[in-house]
């Protein structure tokens, strides 16, 4: 088994120093750093990125949900540690690997580390996406740079792949456009809307519970209903308090 790369976050010291001495005792090797907070975690994950975090659930100025909500893919496994029971069942919810309770056990966190052991070995090896796309204009092919791609959205039996201000229509339905385009850099935020995610400059949350997108190059477009909570976790919006101030 590979060496793991682990972050532990809580802002109680003498927790993280006991689950550090219970890692060390069941997990040599593994490369282990610490965060008081999940903002601290987020700051450091584009240079200290693990294969498991393991972070309590109640803290100051972001809860663990929301920590790991804001998260780049590919995401790590999740274990939470915590001194309440009540929250095991959203911990699951978002496919967690484990759900210590404090004290934590030697034992239960022996078996929380084979479950992670077992998740990275099982896991298949990462899809390639294609860098550039072959749009058709006409009876000529364009090579368009997905990075330059806006926004994907379906009309009727076609699809409209807005670059800047050209728009290119392909007669293809949305779901296979975006079986070709990252998930790491292009979410669905609409039945209809597909966005890449780094074109959204600005969000405005609705009173209907959907949210406004702005996009970088002017397009305004707005999530569905039923794709809430992905965009919350897309873009960390996990808590209302993300909107405040």
Same mark, same amino acid.
């Given at each position: 088994m590979k060496a793991l790369r682990i972050a532990v976050v809580d802002d109680e010291p003498l927790a993280r120093?006991?689950?550090?001495?219970?890692l060390?005792?069941?997990?040599?090797?593994?490369?282990?750093?610490?965060y008081d907070s999940g903002p601290a975690l987020l700051a450091a994950w584009h240079d200290a990125p693990a294969d498991v975090v393991?972070?309590?659930?109640?803290?100051?100025?972001?809860?663990?949900?929301?920590?790991? @909500?804001?998260? *780049?893919? $590919?995401?790590?496994?999740?274990?939470?540690?915590?001194?309440?029971?009540?929250?095991? !069942? =959203?911990?699951?919810?978002?496919a967690a690997a484990d759900y210590l309770v404090k004290p934590v056990a030697p034992e239960r966190l022996s078996a929380a580390?084979?479950?992670?052991?077992?998740?990275? @070995?099982?896991? *298949?090896? $990462?899809?390639?996406?294609?860098?550039?796309?072959?749009l058709p204009i006409g009876r000529r !092919? =364009?090579?368009v740079d997905v990075d330059a791609i806006d926004c994907v959205l379906a009309q009727a039996n076609y699809v409209e792949i807005r670059v800047g201000t050209r728009c290119f229509v392909l007669r293809k339905p949305l779901t296979v456009v975006q079986?070709?385009?990252?998930?790491a850099r292009f979410a669905r935020v609409h039945r209809s809307a597909?966005?890449?995610?780094?074109?959204?400059?600005?969000?405005?949350?609705?009173?209907?519970?959907?949210?406004r997108l702005q996009l970088a190059g002017g397009q305004v477009l707005t999530s569905g209903r039923s794709y809430r909570e992905h965009v919350r976790r897309t873009f960390g919006l996990s808590s209302p308090a993300a909107f405040a101030g």
């Open positions: 120093a006991r689950l550090r001495r219970l060390a005792m069941h997990e040599a090797g593994a490369t282990v750093h610490e393991f972070v309590d659930i109640q803290m100051p100025e972001m809860d663990g949900f929301a920590a790991m @909500a804001g998260l *780049p893919p $590919p995401r790590p496994q999740v274990i939470f540690v915590t001194a309440h029971a009540e929250h095991a !069942v =959203q911990a699951f919810e978002i580390l084979r479950r992670v052991h077992e998740r990275i @070995a099982a896991a *298949p090896a $990462p899809a390639t996406y294609p860098p550039r796309l072959a !092919v =364009q090579l079986q070709e385009l990252d998930p597909l966005v890449r995610i780094t074109a959204v400059a600005g969000i405005e949350p609705l009173p209907s519970g959907r949210f």
